[in-house]
C-alpha cells in the first residue's frame, strides 16, 4: 500500500546536506540500507572509488583554455609564442577529451569513495523466459551544493558558447577575410572577448559545496523509491512478467559516478525488454524527461500522461537541459529504454541552501507512486490477455 505518511517521514529522514565521497553520503546510504533490511530483503552493495576531476576541474580546464587560444588568436601578437601556447592548451584541451570519455576510470587528483546499493525482487511468476524483463527503479543518494545555481550556471555556458562563436568567427574575417581592416575587427571583437572572459572567470568562481539539504535533489527520488520498494515487497502486489530491481546510486551528482559503475557491471539485462524509471528531483509538478524512451513501454507512457488520478504529468519537449547530466539520461544514451522523472522548475533553487521539503508537494508524490504502480499493472496485463 502506498502511503504519504511513510512518504513524509523518508523525506524528512534524508533531507540533509549528503555531498558525494564524504562521510555525509555514507550517512544517507546507510539509512537507505537500514530500511531495506526493515523490510528483510536481501541486497548487494557496491563500492567504488572515483575522482572528482571529471565533474569539477574539467570543465573549468576546457572552458579556461578555449577562451585562451581566443584571447591569443585575437590578439595575434608574438605569433611564435603564442603558437607554442596554443598547441599546449589544444594539447591539454585533447587530453582532457580523451580521459573523460570514460571518466569513471580516472583515478588521480581527489580520490573518493562511494557505493551503488541494489535490491532484486522475483516476479510472481517463475515461467519468464530467462528471466530477462526488468523493471528498474532508481533514484541517487547523493546531493551537493554551488555557489551559483542551475538556471545561473546554465546561463553563463550558454553566454560562453554564443561569445566563443562570435569571438571566432571575428578572428576568421579578420585574419583572412578583411586583410587591412584589422583595427575595425579588434573592435568589434573587444565586446565578445570581454564577455567570454567573464563567463569563464564565473565558471572558475563556480565552486561545489555540501550546503544544500537536497530535498528536491533528491530526497524526493528515494522516498519514491522506498515507497515502491514497500509495495512491490508484498508477494500479492508483485508483477507476474517483470522481475523487479530497485537501485540507489552514489556520487551522480559527481559526474553521475554511480550508474556508469553499474552499468559496466550490468549481467543478464535484456535492453529491449526491460524498463527503468528514474525518479530525479521532484517537488510539486511532474514532467518526462527528454533522453529515456523507448518504443516496447509505449503503452506505459499512454497510462502515464492518461491516468486516473487526476496527476497531470506532461513530457518536457525541450532538448536536454544545457549542463545536467541525470542517471536517466546516461542509460538513455547507453540504450537502455525507459522513463525520467523530473521538474524543470526545481532549477530555481536545486544545488542550492533553499532545496528544503516545504519545495515539495507530498499528496504528489503518493499519486505518483500510484499511478505507477496502475500503469505497471496494466502493462503487465497485456502480456495475459
Known sequence: MIEEARIIKNLKNFAFPRLSGTGFELKAFNKVKREVENLNLEYKVRRFTFSSFYSRLYPKIAFLSVSLILLLLYLNIYMIMSLVFILLLLGIVIASIILTRKPEKIQFITKLNSQNLIVRIKSMSNEIKNNDRIALFISHIDSKGQRFKIRIRIRIIKLWIYSSIVLALIILFKTFRFIGFEIIFYIIGLFPLIL??????????????????????????????????????????????????????GAEECGTMG??????????????????????????????????????????????????????????????????HSDGVFLGDSGLQGFEFGQVEAYDYMHTPNDTIDKIDTKLLKKLCLILTDALKKHDSNFIS
Open 196 to 249: 567570454n572572459m567573464f563567463a569563464t572567470i564565473l565558471m572558475i568562481l563556480n565552486t561545489t559545496n555540501n550546503t544544500s539539504e537536497g530535498a528536491v535533489d533528491n530526497a524526493s527520488g528515494i522516498a519514491c523509491n522506498l515507497e515502491l520498494l514497500n509495495h512491490y515487497n508484498n508477494p500479492e502486489n508483485r508483477l507476474i512478467n517483470y522481475n523487479m530491481w530497485f537501485l540507489f546510486t
Open 259 to 324: 550508474i556508469r559503475h553499474f552499468y559496466n557491471n550490468l549481467e543478464k539485462f535484456d535492453r529491449n525488454k526491460s524498463i527503468i524509471f528514474n525518479f530525479e528531483s521532484i517537488g510539486n509538478h511532474v514532467y518526462i524527461f527528454p533522453g529515456v524512451k523507448g518504443d516496447h513501454a509505449k503503452n506505459i507512457d499512454y497510462l502515464l500522461l492518461n491516468n486516473k488520478r487526476n496527476l497531470p504529468i506532461r513530457h518536457y519537449h525541450t532538448e536536454r537541459v544545457l549542463g545536467t
